[in-house]
């Protein structure tokens, strides 16, 4: 990584734990002042964040995608972005802060342990798929764990007896939407991954440890859809539903690098 | 730490007990029973869903769907004013009136979310339509073609192939790669390699492709892409007794440079060579700068049937070397390419599934099914309107939008 990107992203992370701090303050000792605090900070640690991917584009002339450090620093933009699109349209899933800011800062240690070296977009990725494949495979990856938060908030809201049902069930729903608008993105990420395949290896699927275990959490998700549209699953079952199956989303993006850092190699 | 290496590796080959391996459980018996089940659950679910819809839809019934929100209102004005408002404020918000009956209003909304749910399971079929087709007919190999050299488009060309059977059947049509190019970065890593692909079929005038990573070419209803690519050194071999044992093209690892390879000697043995595209020294051993061939040199042992050593040497591109009676001739340095071939006609239907499923999920996330019902009766304020709104998913969220009706209505209404 550069100066620039260093700079920008140490900044940032060091707005992320702010929020994660403060709102984690408001939220115990309901100190407004400090939750507020705290959610403001948010936006502004991913504006950062923005800034410090945007460096990396400029000096290694792609887009983020590539290696382990690179789809961690991606993969928590999106997560962050993702709350930030819901918290803005469903304001009672503002709670949710603190863990959002830690998921994001769990992602980004994650990719700062590994190497950051700039380097240039290697061959197999020279393809107008990757866009798409990436760009939703980000989008899914984040609904999923911001469902699963939203599902984590809503089983702590609704422990308390004060709780306000109208909030819960706003709660309910935005998990439920997220997971379904994460499986949509899903859905797209591994169709779009199998036909560039096919260009590029001559076979659309393999059955290579990261096509499988992206199989493996879409059919959890389409079996967590299932409960919640067919069965009607809602409440304290499908918040745990949503937070459960995060499991195998989380081995897709980040358990599979300990077995293999890309789908196939060439050369 | 096993464990965890097992479950991780699923996909891999090697490490998990093979029924845990996908590549093989997907053609076992089960796994195609339970995928042949899934298709017969598939194709019936669609023609009952579909069949219900369209019976309630001929008998103007609307369905009331899971959750419920109720709400009273009365609205200023005589009936028939207060219904022409009503039908107009459910129409702004999207629901179609269903069936008439005085004093009661039915609609809903909804329908291309159902049209959407339908054509992402229809979708899924599609997609397993296309993985049957694709494993009854696929066809895929690997070419190892060397500048210059083209091979005959027949299965005993291909170092591997799965359909051989599919392969078209031989008629002299001959593929072959020339200018092949590889670029580096600064820092060495390959990012890209392109070559141009030709090819000759008796009778027909030579085609040429140009054909580079993600970008192939088609000839005989056949995609070829290039998949990797590596050093083909043309090498001579003469023995001390001016034996010729070995004359031919080597094909040799690109990565790491140095990496040792080993080409089979006529009569036994094997020549060990390392390739230094970009020869330097250091350290008092050969060592490459980078992947270009800027000064290729070779470095050979030569190891007789018993394993014993029998010469050793270097030698540069275009030279001989005779060490210990033993000649060596590195004649030119070309490149080959692992060039994929395959076809596979489930492709389509994978790619139409995909698009069904996408675009049915997208409707179907836009498009809720709602209902709802209202009941009407004068009042002395004016008109009491009972609202019944049900909904199939998300019913906090539908409370919302519930409530912006109502809030409509009661712009000229006073609430109950
Ligand atoms: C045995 C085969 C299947 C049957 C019989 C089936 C049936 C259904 C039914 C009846 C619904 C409607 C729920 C409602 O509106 O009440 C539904 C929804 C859904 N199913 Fe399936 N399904 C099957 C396979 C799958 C598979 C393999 C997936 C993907 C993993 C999937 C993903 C979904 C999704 C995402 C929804 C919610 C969106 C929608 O309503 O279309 N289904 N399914």
């Known amino acids: 990584m550069n100066a620039v990107e260093g700079a920008l992203l140490w900044a940032a992370v060091a707005l992320y734990a702010a929020s994660f701090v403060l709102a984690l303050v408001g939220s115990i000792f309901h100190a407004g002042r400090a939750g507020r605090a705290g959610a403001a900070a948010l936006p502004s640690a991913l504006a950062l964040h923005l800034l410090a991917g945007v460096a990396r584009w400029i000096a290694t002339g792609h887009a983020p ?7 961690s620093l991606t993969g928590s933009w999106f997560v962050g972005v993702i709350f930030l699109a819901l918290a803005w349209r469903i304001p009672a899933a503002r709670a949710a802060t603190p863990a959002v800011a830690a998921a994001v800062l769990l992602m980004l240690g994650n990719g700062l342990m590994m190497p950051a070296r700039l380097v ?18 980000w989008l899914a990856f984040g609904s999923y764990v911001v469902a699963a938060i939203v599902g984590g908030l809503y089983l702590w809201h609704v422990r308390r007896a004060e709780a306000d049902a109208r909030r819960a069930g706003l709660l309910d729903d935005a998990s439920g939407r997220l997971v379904a608008f994460g499986f949509a993105a899903d859905t797209v990420m591994i ?68 077995v293999s850092d890309v789908h196939t190699e060439l050369l | ?92 918000q999207g629901y179609a009136p269903r069936g008439a009956a005085a004093g009661i209003l039915r609609a809903s909304r909804g329908d291309l979310g159902f049209a959407g749910s339908i054509a992402f399971h229809a979708g899924l079929l599609l997609v397993l339509g296309g993985v049957a087709v694709s494993s009854l007919t696929r066809l895929g190999g690997e070419l190892l073609l060397a500048e210059g050299h083209p091979a005959a488009l027949e299965a005993a060309s291909f ?31 390959p990012v890209d390699f392109a070559a141009v692909m030709t090819f000759e079929r008796p009778g027909a005038p030579p085609r040429e492709r140009l054909v580079r990573v993600n970008q192939g070419a088609t000839f005989a209803g056949l995609q070829f892409t290039l998949q990797r690519y590596g050093f083909a050194p043309a090498l001579e071999a003469v023995d001390e007794r001016g034996r010729t044992r070995l004359d031919a093209v080597g094909l040799l690892s690109l990565l790491p440079p140095g990496r040792e390879d080993s080409l089979p000697l006529e009569g ?35 190891v007789e049937p018993g394993g014993r050593v029998a010469a050793e040497g270097e030698v540069a591109e275009g030279a001989s070397v005779t060490v210990g009676g033993r000649t060596v001739r590195f004649e030119r340095l070309a490149y080959f390419a692992g060039v994929v071939v395959a076809r596979d006609r489930g492709l389509w239907l994978l790619i139409a599934g995909s698009l069904f499923g996408a675009l049915g999920l997208g409707l179907r996330l836009a498009y ?10 004068p009042c002395a304020e004016g008109t009491r309107v009972r609202l019944t709104a049900s909904t ?6 539908y409370e919302q939008t519930v409530e912006r009706l109502v809030a409509a209505l009661r712009e000229d209404a006073t609430p109950a």
């Open chain 2, 1 to 92: 730490m096993a464990a965890l290496a097992i479950v991780l590796g699923l996909g891999s080959t090697g490490r998990a007990p093979a029924w845990l391996v996908p590549r093989t459980a997907a053609s076992s018996v089960w796994f195609l029973a339970l995928t042949a089940y899934l298709c017969a659950a598939l194709v019936a679910s669609i023609v009952l869903r579909v069949r219900t819809w369209a019976r309630l839809r001929r008998l103007g019934h609307v369905s009331s769907e899971r959750f419920r929100v109720e709400r009273t209102l009365v609205m200023a004005g005589a009936g028939a004013t207060a219904e022409a408002r009503l039908r107009e404020a459910v129409a702004a």
């Open chain 2, 368 to 377: 809720p099914d709602q209902s709802l019902r209202a009941e009407w009766e």
């Open chain 2, 268 to 302: 036994g043995g094997t020549l060990r060579v390392s390739l230094y595209p970009d020869h330097a020294r250091g350290g008092g051993r050969s060592v490459s700068r980078s992947l270009r061939p800027a000064r290729p040199v070779l470095h050979f042992a030569w």
């Open chain 1, 120 to 137: 240039p977009l290697e061959p197999p990725f020279r393809s107008g798929w990757l866009v798409v494949h990436v760009t939703f495979a």
């Open chain 2, 159 to 189: 170092v591997t192939l799965d359909g051989a059977g599919r392969l078209p059947a031989p008629d002299g049509t001959r593929v072959g790669i020339r200018d092949f190019i590889a670029e580096y970065s600064e820092s060495g890593t």
């Open chain 1, 191 to 258: 169709a779009s991954g199998a036909i560039w395949a096919h260009g590029l290896w001559g076979r659309y699927w393999a059955w290579d440890p990261i096509e499988t275990w992206s199989l493996v959490s879409w059919l959890i998700y389409g079996v967590n859809l299932h409960l919640r549209f067919t069965l009607g699953w809602r409440g304290r079952r499908a918040a745990w539903l949503a937070v459960g199956s995060v499991v195998g989303i989380v081995v897709t993006f980040f358990g599979i690098q300990f």
């Open chain 1, 65 to 71: 995608v590539m290696d382990a450090y690179e789809n």
């Open chain 2, 392 to 397: 199939r998913f998300f019913p906090a969220m």
